[in-house]
């Protein structure tokens, strides 16, 4: 089991601190690494397992995100939502072990890397990974205090193991 309190603020800080313009509630699903294998296989054309996923709107941008996607339906009586994010708790509890902190720290870091998407920010070259790192150091410093470890050190310890994987398997 773990605390889920650290993941709610995770998200609600992200959502405070970034949302510029758009809705303001996102539902978070945390799963196994099959539910994820089949989710990346399913929509992304990747066949393993991934840490998070992110289903929003395409036109977010830099924190603003349109109050109505036609790709979102919601009922009569509902609210327009950023989107869903779904966590591999199998994925985040290897990666808090290989960063040698709590798993509740991975899953905030996770919901702060997946509400990020959600608005609109992303990763795709040196310049934007490092916005988005650092907006995601910031936000778990507030939430979780200056014990928060940063993105990176974790991706590469990850990109480490993998590569010895490869190379002794």
Do not use: C, W, Y
């Amino acid at each position: 089991m773990f605390d889920v309190a650290p993941v709610e603020s995770a998200a609600t800080e992200s959502i405070a601190r970034e949302l510029v313009e758009g809705p303001n509630e996102v539902t978070i699903s945390i799963t196994s690494d099959e539910e994820l294998r089949r989710l990346n296989l399913q929509f992304r054309g990747v066949d393993k397992p991934t840490d998070v996923l992110s289903f929003g709107s395409d036109d977010a941008s830099n924190g603003t995100v349109p109050a109505s996607d036609p790709d979102f339906v919601t009922g009569p009586d509902e609210m327009p939502s950023l989107g869903e994010i779904i966590i591999s708790f199998d994925q985040a509890k290897l990666q808090a072990d290989v960063a040698k902190r709590p798993v509740e720290h991975e899953l905030a870091l996770l919901a702060t890397h997946g509400v990020l998407h959600l608005l609109g920010f992303d990763h795709a070259d040196a310049e934007t990974e490092r916005d988005m790192f650092s907006r995601t150091d910031r936000i778990l410093e507030a939430v979780l205090g200056p014990e928060a470890m940063p993105i990176m050190p974790v991706m590469d310890s990850l990109d480490d193991m993998a590569a010895t994987a490869k190379v002794g398997g």
